[in-house]
DNA sequence: TTGAAAGCGATACCAA
DNA sequence: TTGGTATCGCTTTCAA
């Protein structure tokens, strides 16, 4: 293993010399600092994190608290992790896996043992039990949702409740007066996770604004039970010629199942995803979507806490604007 | 903070008696192991990670170097990745995640700068790039995968040779005689991942063997892919009645497609999956499957990576049996 | 512009 | 059965 003692030798220099010239807290000059660099270079020196830690009390890692659940979101569980990695990355972090199921002890152990500096918490429910202890624990926090009552933790989210209203108004404003909403599954919205709870108040209030009549239930990921949610519709509600779909695991099954029961989209039924743009552009029908931009959440969410790490103020709420982008699935109703 | 120094003055014993009642590496008496024990924890004492890394020289960390990218098996990386992380916590390992595309440089980055003591490396290729780096770096190392030449690295996987002999065996022994697999997207293919590459050549052998009439494609994971595969099967090959599907993306669509085309399952054709036991039993018709257990090859995985720890042996090779279930997608074809 | 040396908080060897 | 202390590899203060 090669230490700063054999650069510094190397070097011709102390090794305290080699330590200022590789964090740039000293000035040095023009000679020996590419001495020194040249030494890194040759001998293919990199600091012991743990020794670098220790004396300088900063480890340069953040926890990443993830559901590891096979919930809703699976696909967009993995942008997110993999943008988080990347833009830590790029900050010189590193990502400490903290599993859901850790609970609130994961973070103090991680917390307590100076493994990390910070910690990023995703799959945030509106009364998260976990937020008392994320308040009190001292750790540098950003949570990925907006729960009720955030305190002085910094939040950063698609603004969900101002897309559930964009996607209402926007089959509004095709001329749709009867529209429904297929949610996410209906153990999401038991335990109330917040970009559920929030997209379904917002389709609410979008349909209160425009006084359209609206009507939403949650749907399980699975083929029967999107084809059930359709069939129910159809036979209650026939006057529906809008569909919000929030549920990316159904969207095939939707379409599929639509055709099969002899509705043609958009001609006879407009579709709104909220999904990430890939997978509106990938389905049978490019569909008209808000975009769930997995990727900018996780960037934005690092740099968060670079700032918070930085000392550079307080607690601050992010919610990013929706983005509606009109596809196939969507056009004005046919008897409108 | 509180440091062992607290913890020794609140016992009343030196620093290095409470290490020791910590490790359990000294025998210690009844009576101080008790004191420091409350002194632990009336004080809530956690020792400094990187103190403890630094001076024993083990952090008490494995990198997981997982492809956080959209491919076939998303359901089925998290599924690993959860019982990867739990199993490690059992061992008392943190996680440290290092992303696919941080390559090389990433495990020589966490190696040289002491981050972990040892690496677990997700979807491998059969020629993979990175293997010659894996073997010459030092770091102890279980591939999740089958390459084509380990060395002297430990390997954990379904046996998915086998998986794919035993897939056409079972189709064999009902009656069918020819059949067709569909297999995970292209790319797959291309870059050669091993469960894929494995699997397709026990299929061509379990054919062999059998002196069934046998075909495979690559198949995409959009729906479209899925039907344009099924349409083109249809009518380039009326004969087969046996389809094994090594794609979990598209298992909903193939039955739904299959229905649509008038053919029934599995009085038509039968259908065996590749895929997770739940994915399975949820599907429209509850498939016969060959069990993908993501979460047995975690656990076995971290297991390995203990031994080599503990400097117990040298690498293996361990390839779990399939385990086939009958349900309700296959059955004796119609003309047999 | 540089070096010497005192920590950082543990572990583990050497004594007693 | 226990304590003292050198040590791990770095950062950072104090001096020059």
């Known amino acids: 293993m090669v230490t700063i003692a054999d650069v510094a030798r190397h070097a011709g220099v102390s090794s305290s010399t080699v330590s200022y010239v590789l ?25 012991n994190a ?17 559901p590891f659940r096979a919930d809703n979101n699976v696909p967009v569980l993995l942008e997110f992790v993999a943008s988080i990695a990347a ?29 990390v500096d910070a910690a990023l918490v995703m799959d945030l429910e509106m009364n998260d039990a976990r937020l008392p202890m994320l308040r009190s624990n001292g ?20 603004d969900l409740h101002q897309s559930g209203v964009r996607a209402v108004e926007h089959l509004a404003d095709l001329g749709h007066r009867a529209i429904a909403m ?37 749907v399980d990921q699975s083929h029967e039970a999107a084809a059930a949610a359709i069939d129910e519709l159809l036979a209650e509600r026939p006057e529906v ?15 599929s199942v639509l055709e099969s029961r002899g509705r043609r989209v958009p001609d006879d039924i407009s579709i709104i995803a909220l999904c990430p743009t890939d997978m509106a552009e990938n389905q049978r029908v490019p569909l008209t979507n808000i975009a769930v931009p997995a990727g900018e959440i ?12 930085d000392g550079a103020g307080g607690a601050e709420i992010r919610l990013l604007a929706p983005e509606l982008t009109e596809r196939s699935s969507t056009s004005a109703p046919r008897n409108a």
Chains 1, 2 share one sequence.
């Open 87 to 115: 833009a830590a990355r790029e900050a010189d972090l590193d990502v400490l896996l903290v599993t859901q199921e850790e609970g609130d002890e994961g973070l103090l152990r991680v917390r307590d043992s100076a493994l």
């Open 139 to 158: 750790l540098p926090c950003v949570l990925i949702g907006y729960p009720e009552d955030p305190g002085q933790l910094s939040c950063v989210d698609l």
């Open 23 to 47: 964090s740039g807290k000293r000035t040095i000059s023009e000679d020996t600092r590419e001495r020194v660099r040249r030494a890194v270079d040759a001998l293919g020196y990199r600091p």
């Open 182 to 218: 297929f949610g996410s599954p209906p153990a999401v919205y038991r335990r109330e996770s917040t970009y559920a709870v929030r997209f379904a108040s917002g389709f609410e209030e979008g349909a209160r604004r425009r006084a359209i009549a609206a009507t939403w239930r949650p």
């Open 50 to 66: 743990s020794a670098r830690a220790l004396a300088s009390r900063r480890v340069n890692a953040l926890a990443l608290v993830a």
């Open 241 to 255: 010629t809008g569909i919000v779909v929030h549920n990316e695991a159904i969207l095939p099954t939707v379409l």
């Open 298 to 309: 996780g960037r934005v969410a690092v740099e968060m806490l670079l700032r918070r790490l």
